[in-house]
């Protein structure tokens, strides 16, 4: 084909794409003007380069809150939204996500108060680190998260980018693996030196996709390849910035990775009273009455914080919409039916015995006790009808 001949229809095809630019376009139309440059095809390169400058020059000039960086040690450029990011150089897959301090959260998951406290620290450390470094002390530049699923990990990691003021540079390890035989190694190096070039929190989650292609016979060789490519670039790092993994199963992490992170930190399923301050946060804007958010903390045992938030949604459902629920453990009943592979089965059956049972369990449990009147307004039956059946 002659490319010279169709090039206003290819450049308009261009123009009009770059209305609303995304990595993999960018990434595409700056292929096909290199290969227009080898190719010698010179003025229609030019226009291309001149259309990819002029879509660059405007998303630069997209408004964005800039937000004081806390961590003034890191050394590195400034990250901007118009930022060139890494892609596969295959399929052009985009290999990290960049959140800017302004879209990150400010409040905290809840946690209990002592894992608040070593969090705090860790972020003094980073805070800090000029002040520990002119000591000779080197502040924590690594730290594994671990954790069951949905315990907030990731919003954990960003809670910390946040607090720091950084962006956060967010690299799916699954999404370096490649099936072009040697191209997740050079995608993971291409991952750190894009992060090691700027100031920013360098997010690795889910680890777990790691220990996914261990399983199959056929990945021997790669895993070997991405395996040492991680633990050379994460010795590589250490002085360049801040780096946090995530992972479901430290177990299966290679070990020689694990070691890498100079802490880390596990993550825990909530206890009772987590349960009962993320209930309340999820029951909003209901008013649900406090001896319910305790019952509701009592049945959820064992389950994460976005179990707990799923569990609150349908409970929010079922009191809003009709028909109307005779009662709190009418509803929780229902709710608890449509979520019974989230409850343990001792506390499903605990929620499904009798109702004399029942009541005598709110008055006297391992988690709280209750007062007549609450358990009264539990159950819809009247105190003297709780205080005959609980003597
Ligand atoms: N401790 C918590 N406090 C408040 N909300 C929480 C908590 N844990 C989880 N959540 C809720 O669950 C959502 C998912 O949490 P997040 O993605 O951070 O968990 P995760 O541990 O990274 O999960 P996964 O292992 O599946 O990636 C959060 O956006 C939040 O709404
Ligand atoms: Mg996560």
Known sequence: MNVSKHFTIISAICRVALASPSEALLFQIERLQKALEEGGLTPESKSLRALLMKAERS???????????????????????????????ETGARLVE?????????????????????????????RNGEELSKLGILPTSSCLLVGPPGTGKTSLAYWLAGQLGLPVVLARIDAMMSSFLGTSARNIAQVFSFANRF????????????????????????????????????????????????????????????????????VPLPDFKTRLVIAKLYSQPLEISEPELKFIAALLDGCSGAEIEDFLIAYKKRCVLPPAAPSPLAALRDIATLNSGRLSSPLRAVLFQ??????????????????????????????????????
């Open 199 to 266: 100031r920013c929190i360098l997010v690795l989650d889910e680890f777990d996709s790691l220990a996914k292609m261990r399983d199959d016979p056929n990945e021997v060789g790669e895993i070997k390849r991405v395996v040492n490519a991680l633990l050379q670039n994460l010795d590589n790092r250490k002085d360049s910035g801040v780096t946090i993994g995530i992972t479901n199963h430290p177990k299966l992490l290679d070990t020689a990775v694990w070691r890498r992170f100079s802490a880390q930190i596990e």
């Open 59 to 89: 998303s630069e000039m997209a408004p964005r809150k800039l937000v004081p960086s806390r961590a003034r040690s890191l050394p590195g450029e400034v990250l901007l939204p118009s930022t060139h990011l890494p892609a596969d150089k």
């Open 98 to 126: 960049v959140i800017f301090p302004d879209q990150l959260s400010t409040e905290l998951p809840i946690f209990p108060d002592e894992f608040v406290r070593a969090m705090t620290q860790v972020v003094n450390e980073w």
């Open 354 to 391: 009798s109702d004399t049972e029942l009541m005598g369990w709110l008055r006297h449990n391992d988690y709280f006790e209750l007062s007549l009147s609450d358990t009264s307004k539990i159950v819809r039956k009247g105190k003297s009808t709780v205080s005959r059946k609980t003597k």
